[in-house]
Every structure is written in structure tokens, then in C-alpha cells.
């Protein structure tokens, strides 16, 4: 007896559904997942672009001001006061060096003499104000020869 054909059952057409979107679950999860690392991994880039920018930055103050003074408050890196020597002011390295993260430590205009001593940055943190839990944090020394005892 030959029975005839034509279209498919109900429980084909399940099973075919069922696949797909076992399929598809797994494709979404896995672009879902691409997605918030890809994020997350802008957002980590981007902080240290930022440290590094503000390092440079400070590297230049140092090296071409006989004095200055560097404040770091929560939500700015901040130069003023750089002198090109002891009588004539600089005034091209003053101003905000950064106001777009959260900074530590804090430093409150404490005066650098680069041609006496290094600027020690132990621990210089840049932290994401969204997500104060991502953040970069640098250990840095800034010199330049030394002319003065």
C-alpha cells in the first residue's frame, strides 16, 4: 500500500522550529556577549588613552616649567603657575590638563620644582564616573636633568 505525500507533519514542522530556534538563541547569546565585551573593552581603552594623555601632558609641564603647580581633584588634573624661571611666567602649560574621569590621588597646588626633584606619581588612578569599578591606575616618575641642589 502506498500511501501519497504531500507536506510535512505537525511534529516535523515542531521539530523544525524547535531547531531553529535553538539556533538562534545560541547566535544572539553569543552577539549579545560580543557586544558587552566589545563595550567594556572600549570603555578600558579609553581610560588608559586618558592616563596616558594626562602622563604626557605632565611630562611636558615638567620638563619645560622651573616651577608649577599641579592640583588633582576628584573630577580634574590641573597645571598652574609654571614659570619658564624664577621671575617670568609660562603661561602656555597653565590650565586643565583633564576634566573628563574621576582622578586620585588628590594633590591641592602643591608646588613642583622639576630641576630639584621628580614628580612621583604613586598609584594615579582614572576612573570611569559611570562605572566607578573600571579604572586604569599608573605608577609613574617624571624627570628631567637636575640644575639645582
Not at 125 to 147: A, G, M, N, Q
Request: charged letters at 25%; proline letters at 3%.
Amino acid at each position: 500500500m502506498k500511501k501519497n505525500e504531500q507536506g510535512m507533519t505537525l511534529v516535523e514542522v515542531l521539530a523544525t522550529l524547535v531547531l531553529l530556534s535553538l539556533v538562534a538563541a545560541v547566535i544572539w547569546t553569543t552577539i549579545s556577549i560580543a557586544s558587552q565585551f566589545n563595550i567594556s573593552e572600549t570603555s578600558n581603552l579609553r581610560l588608559q588613552q586618558e592616563a596616558n594623555y594626562i602622563i604626557s601632558q605632565l611630562q611636558q609641564v615638567h620638563r619645560n616649567c622651573f616651577t608649577y603647580d599641579l592640583t588633582i581633584s576628584q573630577n580634574e588634573v590641573r597645571v598652574d603657575n609654571c614659570m619658564e624661571d624664577k621671575d617670568i611666567p609660562k603661561e602656555s602649560y597653565n590650565g586643565v590638563v583633564s576634566n573628563q574621569f574621576d582622578y586620585l590621588p588628590k594633590i591641592d597646588h602643591e608646588e613642583q620644582t622639576p630641576t630639584t626633584k621628580d614628580l612621583i606619581l604613586t598609584s594615579f588612578k582614572v576612573t570611569d564616573p559611570v562605572r566607578v569599578k573600571r579604572f586604569v591606575e599608573i605608577t609613574t616618575v617624571i624627570s628631567r636633568y637636575k640644575t639645582e641642589n
